[in-house]
Structure formats: structure tokens, C-alpha cells
């Protein structure tokens, strides 16, 4: 069974930053393609990054691109976001999510409504001005 729990949430003030962490198990890296989302009050759910089941590569959208980047660590099953020059529209709730399909990330971001087979719980963010 696929597990996925975040960590490393909280306030930061404009231009700082954070790192995301989503502890997950039950699965292997290189069978799923792996997303970050983030819903922010009012809005709905974005997909802002996935790396590739078929390829590993990485995409971005255009709100989070040159500012954020995700990795993984295999030995420690744990996916990360790190989320620099943070600004106030960045506050979100924000999820990492994974999915067994060979889906085409390059559609996938930027894109409301992409869903994913397994998430995890969230975590806040939230960006002071």
C-alpha cells in the first residue's frame, strides 16, 4: 500500500525559503511518476511539478519554474521540494502525490484537474509579505 506523508510546512516571510519533505513508502520511485501539487485557498488544485515514470525527467510550471526544484532520496524514501525566493501567492496547501500510469508530465503541470492514484495528507504554507 502506497504511503506518502509531508513534513517541513510553516510560515516564512517573502524571499526565504523551505523544504518539503514526503516520507513514502509502499512502492518504488522508478515504477511511478511522482507530483507535487498545491491548492491555495479559493483556487484549485495545481499540479506544479512531475517527474517522468518513463524517463525521470522533470517538469515545472511556469509559477514555480527557476524557484523550485524536487528530488528524491532513494535510500531514505523520501521525495523533497525546495521552494526558494518564496512570494505571499506561493501560500498553499501543498501535496506530493504518486501515480503507476506512463503519463506524459510534460501535460501534466500547470494543469487544474491532473489527478494522481495516491496522495498524502498535505502540509501549509504559508508566505508573508
Known amino acids: 500500500e502506497v504511503d506518502l506523508v509531508e513534513s517541513g510546512g510553516g510560515l516564512v516571510q517573502a524571499g526565504g525559503s523551505l523544504r518539503l519533505s514526503c516520507a513514502a513508502s509502499g512502492f518504488s520511485f522508478n515504477d511511478y511518476a511522482i507530483g507535487w501539487f498545491r491548492q491555495a485557498p479559493g483556487k484549485e488544485r495545481e499540479p506544479i511539478s512531475c517527474?517522468?515514470?518513463?524517463?525521470?525527467?522533470?517538469y515545472y510550471a511556469d509559477s514555480v519554474k527557476g524557484r523550485f526544484t524536487v528530488f528524491s532520496d532513494k535510500a531514505k524514501n523520501t521525495l523533497y521540494l525546495q521552494m526558494n525566493s518564496l512570494k505571499p501567492d506561493d501560500t498553499a496547501v501543498y501535496y506530493c502525490?504518486?501515480?503507476?500510469?506512463?503519463?506524459?508530465?510534460?501535460?501534466?503541470?500547470?494543469?487544474?484537474?491532473?489527478?494522481?492514484?495516491?496522495w498524502g495528507q498535505g502540509i501549509q504554507v504559508t508566505v508573508s509579505s
Open positions: 502525490a504518486v501515480d503507476p500510469s506512463p503519463m506524459d508530465c510534460s501535460l501534466v503541470v500547470g494543469v487544474v484537474g491532473a489527478d494522481f492514484g495516491s
Open positions: 517527474i517522468s515514470k518513463i524517463d525521470g525527467a522533470t
